[in-house]
T-cell receptor, first 112, second 111 residues
Framework: DTAVSQTPKYLVTQMGNDKSIKCEQN?????MYWYKQDSKKFLKIMFS???????INETVPNRFSPKSPDKAHLNLHINSLELGDSAVYFC???????????FGAGTRLSVL | KQEVTQIPAALSVPEGENLVLNCSFT??????LQWFRQDPGKGLTSLLL?????REQTSGRLNASLDKSSGRSTLYIAASQPGDSATYLC??????????FGTGTQLKVEL
């Protein structure tokens, strides 16, 4: 009965490909996030959505495009993958405001 | 720009010891501070959340303190156990509910 679920858990792909990572939460939250954890384990926010609207958009290449079809889902699409995109991507959700964020288990992306 | 630093980067202690993890942040304009735990290959689990108006929070063997004016927080773990081995991350919440994470402390509790 996973609260925040991401798929796939692992993703191995070639440079130049386009891939998507899906995230769903069943906590009734209205805000969702994407974070990137690099090889040095540093976690940094990429995007956040509140009720399907973009709230935070950090300095992320426009090859990354989040899509929120409804407030329970926030998918991440990545075009023209590069070696430097290899990382673990975490989805999270919370209620609006400075509340506890609940994290998914992560998607480990390896670009070859 | 908010920067969050954690010291030490790694820590190894024998079982049963009490220990303190440190977190410092550069911008005191925060809504709250959270301590998370990350196990290898897993997501993050929130351990404690301290609102900016609070000084400390306790949960079981964990106690977190916050000194907002000096930009510091500590996580105290009492009577450490091997199951406490993990990476501990602190994060501060700023405008737009944006979490800025620290660099993490990798803890190993040995038998």
């Amino acid at each position: 009965d996973t609260a925040v679920s991401q798929t796939p858990k692992y993703l191995v792909t070639q440079m130049g490909n386009d891939k998507s990572i899906k995230c769903e939460q069943n906590l009734g939250h209205d805000t969702m996030y994407w974070y990137k954890q690099d090889s040095k384990k540093f976690l940094k926010i990429m995007f956040s959505y509140n009720n399907k609207e973009l709230i935070i958009n950090e300095t992320v290449p426009n090859r990354f495009s989040p899509k929120s079809p409804d407030k329970a889902h926030l998918n991440l699409h990545i075009n023209s993958l590069e070696l430097g995109d290899s990382a673990v991507y975490f989805c999270a959700s919370s209620l609006a405001g400075a509340n506890i964020q609940y994290f998914g288990a992560g998607t480990r992306l390896s670009v070859l | 720009k908010q920067e969050v630093t954690q010291i030490p980067a790694a820590l190894s202690v024998p079982e049963g010891e009490n220990l303190v993890l440190n977190c410092s942040f550069t911008d005191s304009a925060i809504y709250n501070l959270q301590w998370f735990r990350q196990d290898p290959g897993k997501g993050l689990t929130s351990l404690l959340l301290i609102q900016s108006s609070q000084r400390e929070q306790t949960s079981g063997r964990l106690n977190a303190s916050l000194d907002k004016s000096s930009g510091r927080s500590t996580l105290y773990i009492a009577a450490s156990q091997p199951g406490d081995s993990a990476t501990y991350l602190c994060a501060v919440t700023g405008g737009g509910n944006k979490l800025t994470f620290g660099t993490g402390t990798q803890l190993k509790v040995e038998l």
